[in-house]
C-alpha cells in the first residue's frame, strides 16, 4: 500500500504526526505548517525529515496547495474562539481567519484529500464555524463523523473532552457505520463517570448531555469541591477500565522532583481549589496551557507524601495561623505532573523529546495546546482502515 500522504496544519509539536505514526497505517507527512516558533523547534527535533513550513496557512496559494498533492488533510485550528470560558468570537475572531481560508480553498484543489481530521475544544460543535464546515464538506460530497471524546475512554486517566471530525469523500464503496464503529472503540466508562463518555453527535449535532466536566452542584465541603464532585471523583478512581496514573510518572530519586514542588505562596493561596491525586488514582483533569504558571483549572497536582491523610491536612484549616497551615500542607509534598509526565499522559510516546534549550514552561504550553496522541491514533485506523 502506497503511504497516505498527509497536510499536518497546526502542527504545533506533532500531536497528529504521532498519532499517525502510532496508527499502524503507513503515512508520510509531506507537509506541517505552523507558526509557533517554539513548537516548530520541537517538532523540527522530533521529526528532522518532515518538510515544516514556518507560515501562516492563510498565506499560502492555492497553487502551491496543489503541489503538495495529498490524500488527506489533519488540523487542530486555534481553540481560543471556542472555549465556554473565552469570549468565543467564533467567526469573527480573527483566529479563526485561517481556518476560514481553508474552507475557501478545499472545493477549488485540483485534487480533494481523501481524508480529513480536524479536532477541537468542547464549544466548537455549536459554533458557526462548525456550521460552514459542514455545509462545505456537504457541498463536496464528503461523508463525516462527528464525535466528543476524552482519553479515560481509552484507558487514560486525564480528562480532555474534545470534539472530532473525521471526513471521507465518498468512494462509491458502501460506507462501514462508522457511527457504530466509534462507540465500539470508545465504550462508556464505568457508570456514572459521565465526563469522558464517548458521544457521536452525527448526523445531527447535538451540544448537551456528553459532559458533566464541569459540575456544580450541591454546597461546598472542606476544600471548596462539592458533594457531588467527590462523589464523581470517587467514582472515576474505581473505574478498573482506567490504569492508575502511577503508570505515567517518572521515577523519582535524588530529589529530582524537587523543582516542581509547589511554593509556601502557591500553596497558602490556592490550596482549597488544587486538583489533587494520588499516584493511585485513576482520573486527573485536563493539562492547559497555562500549567506550571495558572494553578485554578490548568491540570491537577501530585500528592507525594502518602504518609499524610488529606482529611488531616484539610479539616480546620482555615482557623489556624498562615504558619500553621503552611506546616500542614507542606507535609502533602505537593507537586506539578514533570513535562514528561504531562506528555505521557497524553499519549505521547518514549521517543518523544524536546531540544534541551526549551524552558519547562515552554513545555507545559505547547503540550497544552497539544493533542492526546491515543485517541487520534485509534480516530485515524477508524478512518483510514
Ligand atoms: C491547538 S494548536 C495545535 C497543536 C498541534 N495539534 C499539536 O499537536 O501540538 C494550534 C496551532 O495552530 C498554530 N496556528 C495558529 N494560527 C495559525 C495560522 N494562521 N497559520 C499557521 N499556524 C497557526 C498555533 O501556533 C498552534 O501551534
Not at 5 to 26: D, F, N, Q, T
Request: glycine letters at 6%.
Amino acid at each position: 500500500m502506497d503511504p497516505v500522504r498527509i497536510l499536518e496544519l497546526y502542527s504545533g509539536i506533532g500531536g497528529m504526526h504521532y498519532a499517525l505514526k502510532e496508527c499502524g497505517v503507513p503515512a508520510e507527512v509531506v507537509a506541517a505548517i505552523d507558526i509557533n516558533t517554539t513548537a516548530n523547534q520541537i517538532y523540527k527535533h522530533n521529526f528532522p525529515e518532515t518538510p515544516l513550513w514556518n507560515k501562516t496557512i492563510e498565506g499560502i496559494t492555492l497553487d502551491d496547495f496543489n503541489k503538495l498533492s495529498f490524500d488527506m488533510i489533519t488540523m487542530s485550528p486555534p481553540c481560543q474562539p471556542f472555549t465556554r470560558i473565552g469570549l468565543q468570537g467564533d467567526v469573527s475572531d480573527s483566529r479563526t481567519k485561517s481556518f476560514l481560508y481553508i474552507l475557501d480553498i478545499l472545493p477549488r484543489l485540483h485534487k480533494p484529500p481523501r481524508f480529513i481530521l480536524l479536532e477541537n475544544v468542547k464549544g466548537f460543535e455549536t459554533s458557526s464555524a462548525r456550521q460552514r464546515l459542514v455545509k462545505t464538506l456537504t457541498d463536496c460530497r464528503y461523508a463525516f463523523w462527528e464525535v466528543m471524546v476524552s482519553p479515560t475512554s481509552v484507558g487514560i486517566p486525564n480528562s480532555r473532552l474534545r470534539y472530532f471530525l473525521l471526513a471521507r469523500s465518498p468512494t462509491g464503496d458502501s460506507d462501514v457505520q462508522i457511527n457504530s464503529l466509534i462507540l465500539d472503540t470508545f465504550p462508556p466508562p464505568a457508570e456514572g463517570a459521565t465526563p469522558q463518555q464517548a458521544s457521536v453527535l452525527s448526523p445531527t449535532c447535538t451540544s448537551s448531555g456528553q459532559t458533566g466536566e464541569e459540575v456544580h452542584g450541591g454546597h461546598f465541603l472542606y476544600k471548596r469541591e462539592t458533594v457531588t464532585e467527590v462523589e464523581r471523583k470517587l467514582v472515576q478512581n474505581n473505574n478498573p477500565s482506567v490504569r492508575p496514573i502511577r503508570d505515567f510518572l517518572e521515577p523519582q530519586k535524588d530529589g529530582n522532583m524537587e523543582p516542581y514542588l509547589l511554593g509556601p505562596k502557591t500553596l497558602l493561596r490556592y490550596a482549597a481549589v488544587l486538583d489533587i491525586v494520588q499516584p493511585d488514582c485513576r482520573r486527573s483533569v485536563c493539562f492547559t496551557k497555562g500549567y506550571g504558571r495558572y494553578v485554578e483549572g490548568t491540570g491537577s497536582v501530585l500528592q507525594g507524601c502518602m504518609e499524610t491523610q488529606m482529611d488531616g491536612v484539610f479539616l480546620g484549616l482555615d482557623q489556624l495561623s498562615e504558619e500553621e497551615k503552611l506546616q500542614r500542607l507542606l507535609k502533602l509534598k505537593l507537586r506539578y505532573f514533570t513535562p514528561r509526565e504531562v506528555a505521557n499522559l497524553m499519549g505521547f510516546p518514549h521517543s518523544f523529546s524536546f531540544p534541551q534549550h526549551i524552558s519547562t514552561i515552554q513545555k507545559y504550553r505547547v503540550l497544552g495546546n497539544s493533542l492526546n496522541v491515543v485517541v487520534v491514533s485509534k480516530l485515524l485506523q477508524l478512518l483510514l482502515s
